[in-house]
C-alpha cells in the first residue's frame, strides 16, 4: 500500500512541475549574437586556425595562413608568416575561414574582435548556441546521457542569463569568470553537451513577459536562497527559496562533494586572515581581533549579519561579501550555511553547500535528472512561476 502511495506522489509531482511552453509574442529572425570579454590589456596575443584567418584592420583586408600574433606595447603590431601589416589600426577583427580561432591555445567560435575603449579589449563576438557549447562544460561539466536532462537545464538557464546581460551601449555584454558565466571556448564541448544545446536551441525563462536574470550555484547545500537575503536589491518572484528535495525528503545536492565542508584554521593564522579582511573591506588596520559573533541568519540559515569586535571598533558585514571575510589562499567560504567553533589551537568553520544558493542548484539538477524529471521540470522547481518561450 506504501509504495502505491509513492508512486502516486512521484505522478502528481510530476503533472504539477510542468512548466507550460509559452506562444512567443515576438520572435527573433535570427540567433543573436553575444560579446564575451576574453582579455583585457593584454601585452601580447597569439591567433592560430588550422585553416586561414580572415584579418580586417582599418580599410585592410586579407587572409593569411599560420600564426597571427599582436602586439601592444610600446606600439600596435600584426606579425604574420607572410610579414608585418603596415600600420594596423584597432579596432582588428579575426575569423577562421573555417569554424574555429585558437587564442594562446584555447580554441573559440566566432569573430574576435580586438579594440580600445579606454583599454585594449580582446572580445569574442559569437551566435548564442556556440557561446553556450563553451559554457555548460565548465558549468556543469561533461556529464552522461543518463542526466542530459540537468544539462537541457543548464542550457536553458545559461541562455535566459545571458541573454538579460546583454548591452548593446557597452563595449561587451559579458566576461567569462564566475561573476557572469564561465566561458572557456568549445575545447571541452561533447555530443551529449551539443544535444542539449541544440535540443533547447532558442528557449529560455521567462517571468511576467521579460526573460529571468538566471543565477544558479554548485550546491545548495539542501535549500535555496531568496535573493535580496545574499545581494543588494529588490525582491525577485522567480528567485524565492526553495527546498531542495523531493517527495522523499532527501536532499537533491546530497551527492554532492561540497554538500558539506570543514575548512581549519589555527588561531594565529585565523586572526591574521579576517585583519587583513578587515583592512580590504574598510581600510583599517586592527591589532587585535576581540571576538567575532554571527548576530543574524536567514530562514535557511545562512549567516546574514557578521559582527567583529576589534581594538578600533566593531565592523559588521552582510550577504554575501561574508565569505570573503574567512578568505585565505584557499579562496573565499564555501557557502553562508556555516558554523564556528573553537578546539584547542583550532579555529574549525564547518558547513553546506558551494555558492550564493539562489535559483538553479546544479548538483540537485544532476541528481533530479537521475530521478528522470524532465529540464522543464527541474528548472520550475528552482525558478518560481515562470513559463518557458522559444525566442529563434
Not at 10 to 35: A, D, G, N
Not at 122 to 131: A, F, L, T
Not at 243 to 271: L, M, N, Q, T, V
Request: include cysteine; hydrophobic fraction near 35%; charge should be positive.
Amino acid at each position: 500500500m506504501k509504495s502505491k502511495v509513492n508512486i502516486l506522489l512521484v505522478v502528481l509531482l510530476f503533472i504539477s512541475s510542468c512548466v507550460p511552453m509559452v506562444t512567443p509574442t515576438r520572435r527573433y529572425q535570427e540567433e543573436p549574437t553575444v560579446r564575451i570579454l576574453l582579455k583585457k590589456n593584454p601585452g601580447s596575443i597569439e591567433f592560430t586556425s588550422d585553416s586561414k584567418i580572415k584579418i580586417k584592420t582599418g580599410d585592410k583586408n586579407g587572409t593569411v595562413s599560420g600564426r597571427v600574433s599582436l602586439y601592444f606595447d610600446p606600439a600596435l603590431k600584426i606579425i604574420t608568416p607572410e610579414g608585418n601589416i603596415k600600420d594596423p589600426e584597432l579596432p582588428i577583427s579575426l575569423e577562421s575561414t573555417k569554424r574555429f580561432i585558437k587564442i594562446d591555445g584555447e580554441i573559440y567560435p566566432g569573430t574576435i574582435v580586438v579594440s580600445r575603449f579606454g583599454d585594449v579589449l580582446v572580445v569574442n563576438h559569437v551566435k548564442i548556441e556556440d557561446y553556450l557549447k563553451g559554457v555548460i562544460p565548465f558549468e556543469m561539466g561533461n556529464l552522461p546521457e543518463s542526466q542530459i536532462e540537468a544539462l537541457k537545464a543548464q542550457a536553458v538557464a545559461a541562455r535566459s542569463f545571458v541573454m538579460a546581460h546583454i548591452k548593446p551601449n557597452e563595449p561587451f555584454d559579458i566576461s567569462t569568470t564566475i561573476w557572469d558565466q564561465v566561458y572557456g571556448g568549445v575545447s571541452k564541448t561533447d555530443k551529449i553537451i551539443y544535444k542539449a544545446v541544440e535540443s533547447t536551441r532558442g528557449i529560455v525563462a521567462i517571468y511576467d513577459g521579460k526573460i529571468i536574470d538566471a543565477k544558479y550555484s554548485s550546491t545548495c547545500g539542501g535549500i535555496t536562497e531568496n535573493n535580496e537575503n545574499i545581494w543588494i536589491g529588490e525582491r525577485i518572484p522567480y528567485l524565492r527559496s526553495v527546498r531542495d528535495a523531493g517527495w522523499d525528503r532527501k536532499d537533491f545536492c546530497r551527492f554532492s562533494p561540497h554538500y558539506r565542508w570543514e575548512r581549519i584554521y589555527d588561531k594565529r593564522e585565523f586572526f591574521e586572515v579576517i585583519k587583513k579582511q578587515i583592512k580590504d573591506f574598510f581600510g583599517k588596520t586592527p591589532n587585535r581581533i576581540e571576538w567575532i559573533r554571527i548576530t543574524k541568519r536567514t530562514r535557511t540559515n545562512r549567516v546574514r549579519t557578521i559582527e567583529i569586535n576589534t581594538d578600533i571598533g566593531k565592523f559588521y558585514l552582510e550577504k554575501d561579501q561574508i565569505r570573503r571575510l574567512f578568505s585565505d589562499d584557499r579562496g573565499s567560504l564555501k557557502s553562508l550555511i556555516f558554523q564556528i567553533k573553537v578546539k584547542s589551537n583550532q579555529i574549525i568553520v564547518s558547513g553546506k553547500g558551494y555558492g550564493h544558493g539562489v535559483g538553479m542548484c546544479q548538483y540537485g539538477a544532476m541528481e533530479m535528472a537521475k530521478e528522470r524529471y524532465s529540464y522543464q521540470k527541474i528548472l520550475s522547481h528552482y525558478y518560481k512561476g515562470i513559463q518557458l518561450k522559444k525566442l529563434w
